[in-house]
């Protein structure tokens, strides 16, 4: 209706001369004193004619409108009705140079990601040498002072780690692997990276192995899991935090830390979120868990949280949902 209503202002103008034209004609035929009937019977079968005429063009534009909502990309140029008038034709031509524009737009923008991504790959490279070179260094020592810098340089490496996924996780390519793996191997291996963290702050690991296999990418979920590790570690002052299996497959990671505000918690995966613990550490950057939900969705896993102020927070990784087969 509201598209009929369009047209008829569209062309209301015709339809007032028309009107007129018969208004018009009945005038001149009254004051003239002429049988009135002789003209109500032309102007009744001019006005049918035009209604007639105004109906099937209203069933060409709304055709034409259709067609029109059904093309969602611009740069379908060529699918648009052809036109009827220099109007249209007009119209199609800015349609083309507009689609033209965009699409070298985007060509330069998939340029200057991919110029960025060569950059950080180069740099990740670069930085791990001398990262490498600090941990020799440290692990010749065997003091408080040398563990607390090992875990600070873990965290270097896992914040490099980081960036790349970052840049992988906005871009088309992947390198996944999808394997059948012993869950436990990449628990402890994960664990491993943050063993001296968990000795130099006294928070107890409580690790019951699951026994249980899964269908992933190894890389991606150990990042998953380093993740969620990092961020019990992070605001855990003391306490202690579990690592278990409950039915079907999901993988629960428990920390007795500050926990997370009710409010903050149904949008704690959003890109850049902090909220009020993060705006009580200055370093956070709202992008670990947005990173972890990302790789989850796509390796098929779910991920969700459970978290009560000063009750601590419960990461559950559901292992079950996976969809993707074996290579």
Known sequence: MKLFSAYLKQHIKLIIAAVGCAAIFAVCFALYHLPLMAVV???????????????????????????????????????????????????????????????????????????????????????KTPIAAMRLSLQS????????????????????????????LGSDTTDYVIREHELDAIIRRSVRKFAGE??????????????????????????????????????????????????????CIRDTGIGI??????????????????????AASGLGLYLCQGICRRLGHGINAVSEPDCGTEIRIDLAQTELEVE
């Not at 060409?60 to 009827?84: F, Q």
Request: net charge negative; glycine share 6%; with cysteine.
């Open 41 to 127: 019977y032309p102007v009744g079968l001019s006005l049918l004619l035009i209604v007639l005429l105004v109906l099937r063009d209203y069933k060409k534009v709304k055709a034409k409108h259709r067609l029109l909502c059904a093309l969602n990309e611009i740069s379908v140029a060529d699918a648009l009705p052809a036109g009827d008038g220099i109007d249209d034709i007009d119209y199609a031509r800015i349609i083309e140079l507009l689609a033209e524009s965009r699409e070298q737009l985007r060509m330069g923008l998939e340029r200057s990601f991919e110029d960025m991504q060569d950059y950080y790959t180069v740099w990740t490279h670069q930085i």
């Open 261 to 282: 505000a009710p409010e903050d918690l149904p949008r704690i995966f959003e890109k850049g979120y902090t909220g009020y613990n993060g705006r009580a550490d200055a």
């Open 198 to 251: 968990f000795i130099d702050r006294r928070i107890s690991l409580e690790f019951e192995p699951t026994g249980q296999t899964v269908v992933s990418d190894e890389k991606w979920l150990r990042f998953v899991i380093e993740q969620v590790l990092s961020n019990a570690l992070k605001y855990t002052p003391a306490g202690s935090v579990r690592i278990y299996m409950t039915p079907p497959k999901t993988l």
């Open 141 to 168: 020592v065997d003091d408080p002072k040398a563990r607390r810098l090992l875990s600070e340089l873990g965290r270097i490496e896992h914040y490099v780690e980081m960036a790349m996924v970052y840049l992988r």
